[in-house]
């Protein structure tokens, strides 16, 4: 790292490091190259709309250590670099993350670019609802590509309800996106919405013991569902019916218990959304479907 002067090299240095580490990605990022970026773009101040032409870019020995400490705290303490740097993208939007929520990263932010068309009609969407909407990614990332749409975004977590606020307020969306405390519906009787949409907890116990280091650094709370990783989902299927206009979708992201899924409801007529980005485990309901 010594000889390191430019952008690039240290990009390159930054990679190889990450490679060689054994790290385990997947929260915003999917390869070292994408983390070590993030890093070392972060540690050195650029904005990332900068590259490529910042590689060029001479780096100061100052900036080189505060590279260097990121990149030891990331593979000494097996963070996601969106918790070391304090910041991830979503469907196009930049947010704060802190480890009171979990890092943005679901594939429903291909949906919320689209305006959840071809599934429904945007131009008549007027209310959404968020369940578990952690930092706020997807309320938020939903209200940009609905504008005539008011959204509820719920969590039970006070920590995750506050840094959801900071985010709604940094988008300017204060008086489309209401952020409030809510256990699934809780909070929510006699409301009704055009689409119901969540990333919930859908991890069973024994494959969170599993997962790598970088995932016990994400709140239990966000991760962890009881009843094989079912219990909320169940609960979100439970009050659709009643909570969805006539003709809304209920969208939910179910991960690695898609199987449980089909064989829990074993009847109903699930559409598994496909991704041009990436990205299963994600299915969709008509109201008249639920």
């Known amino acids: 790292m010594a000889g390191t002067q430019r952008v690039g090299d240290l ?17 915003g990022t999917d390869n070292a190259r994408d983390d070590a970026a993030a890093l070392v773009f972060h540690a050195l ?35 996601p670099s969106a918790y070391l740097t304090g910041v991830t993208w979503f469907a196009g939007h930049e947010f704060r993350v802190t480890r009171d929520v979990l890092v943005p990263r679901s594939p429903i932010a291909e949906l919320c670019q689209n305006a959840f068309e071809p599934w429904i009609d945007a131009s008549r969407v007027r209310q959404v609802l968020d369940i578990g909407t952690g930092s706020g990614c997807i309320a938020i990332a939903a209200a940009h590509a609905l504008p005539g749409a008011s959204v509820d975004a719920t969590d039970i977590s006070p920590q995750a309800l506050a840094l959801a606020r900071g985010n709604v307020r940094r988008h300017r969306l204060g008086s489309r996106v209401n952020v409030l405390r809510s256990d699934v519906y809780g909070a929510l009787r006699g409301r009704r919405y055009d689409i119901i949409v969540s990333n919930p907890p859908y991890v069973p116990a024994a494959e969170l013991r599993s997962l790598p280091p970088e995932y016990h650094s994400e709140p239990r709370l966000g991760l962890h569902a009881s009843r094989n990783g079912l219990a909320i989902i169940a609960r979100i299927m439970a009050g659709a019916r009643r909570h969805l206009e006539p003709r809304g979708i209920l969208v939910v992201e179910t991960g690695n218990t898609e199987r449980a899924v089909r064989r829990r409801w074993p009847s109903l007529p699930f559409t598994w959304l496909e991704f041009e980005h990436g990205g299963a485990g994600v299915f969709l309901l008509n109201a008249d479907q639920t």
């Open 11 to 27: 990009m390159a240095w930054a990679t190889q490091l990450l490679e060689r580490s054994g790290l385990a990605y997947g929260h």
């Open 45 to 79: 101040r650029l904005p990332h709309a900068s590259a490529p032409a910042s590689y060029r870019r001479v780096v100061s020995a100052d900036g080189r250590r505060r590279v260097a400490r990121l990149l030891r705290r990331r593979i000494e303490e097996r963070l």
